[in-house]
């Protein structure tokens, strides 16, 4: 799907507000309301637009402790990254899980936890429990320097 500058002035308005109005997105953008609807249904179709969700505050919810944990695997074959990959997408703690190269390991984990104790026992019962981990490096996060989930839209 080709985006114009129309699509993309949408697509930036709704990663900063996604709760924001049909009627005060077109009049940010400088369509009509009928016209700017049928973009966000079509960038939905496209699936451009994945999905709408509220972003919550960590700490305000007491988890003040972020990790990121690499972990590395004994083989690595089909059979062991899907066991893994089932089993992490299980865990709620785990934000993110990538499959990843040119490290010590062979994914990367991003959690949240309440304290040292949570992510002791996240470690310790279902982390290196699961079938294949061989190791676990851990780094702790003292500060977010850069925190957004927008995507640049600025490469076309």
């Known amino acids: 799907m080709t985006i114009d500058r129309y699509d993309r002035q949408i697509l930036a308005v709704l990663q ?6 049909n009627q005060e997105l077109a009049d ?16 939905e179709e496209a699936g451009l637009i994945a999905g709408y969700r ?6 305000k919810l007491g988890l003040t402790l972020m990790a990121l ?7 690595h074959t089909p059979e062991r990254f899907a066991n893994l990959e089932a089993t992490i997408s299980d865990i709620p703690e785990v934000l993110e899980c990538l499959l990843i190269t040119g490290q010590q390991s062979d994914y ?3 959690v949240v936890v309440r304290d040292m104790d949570a992510y002791q ?11 294949g981990v061989t190791g676990v490096h851990t780094s702790f996060v003292l500060r977010k320097v850069v925190d957004r989930t927008a995507l640049p839209l600025d490469f076309a």
């Open 69 to 75: 944990i690499g972990i590395s695997m004994d083989q």
């Open 108 to 110: 990367q984990l991003k």
């Open 16 to 21: 900063q507000d996604g709760r924001i109005s």
């Open 54 to 59: 509220a972003l919550l505050d960590a700490k």
């Open 121 to 131: 026992d996240l470690l310790l019962n279902k982390i290196t429990r699961i079938q």
């Open 28 to 43: 940010r953008i400088g369509l009509s309301p009928s016209p700017c609807l049928r973009r966000v249904r079509t960038l």
